[in-house]
């Protein structure tokens, strides 16, 4: 689980190590691992290898090349983003925008008027919202 096992002691990977609804599973399908990481890096490999072994949804990626070799192989993809969106519009997440800045604080790119779209979907005002230098 790369956001474990690479981000020891940044913002959120004690809680994620943590929780007892994340079930962590090896790949078994190295090989093809190996072919993907010809064009992306480790984790984006395996996540998109584990997504097909597992049948699973969808597979949460935001870099361009790899939310294009991962439609490519066959899985559904959503980013960050749009997951955030879903999280508010199910009830799961109380806010987005609280959200949004951190990503932006934290060097998250996120262009002012994919911001104001965001917020729309989510249903959240965005007339009042502020521009944070990066």
């Given at each position: 689980?790369e956001?474990?096992d ?59 090349t ?69």
């Amino acid at each position: 689980m790369e956001s474990v096992d690479h981000a020891s002691g940044r913002p959120g990977s004690a809680e994620i190590a943590q929780a007892d609804w994340i079930v962590r599973r090896p790949v078994q399908n190295q090989a093809d691992v190996v072919r993907l990481r010809l064009r992306l890096g480790w984790g984006e490999a395996e996540a998109i290898v584990l997504a097909r072994e597992i049948g699973a949804d969808a597979v949460v990626l935001d870099d361009a090349t790899a939310r294009q070799m991962a439609e490519h192989e066959g899985c559904r993809v959503v980013g960050l983003l749009g997951l955030l969106i879903a999280g508010k519009q199910r009830g799961l997440l109380a806010a987005v925008k609280p959200l949004l800045d951190a990503l932006r604080r934290n060097g998250f790119f996120i262009g002012d008027d994919l911001y104001a779209t965001i917020l729309r979907h989510a249903s959240e005002d965005s007339s009042h919202h502020r521009t944070i230098e990066h």
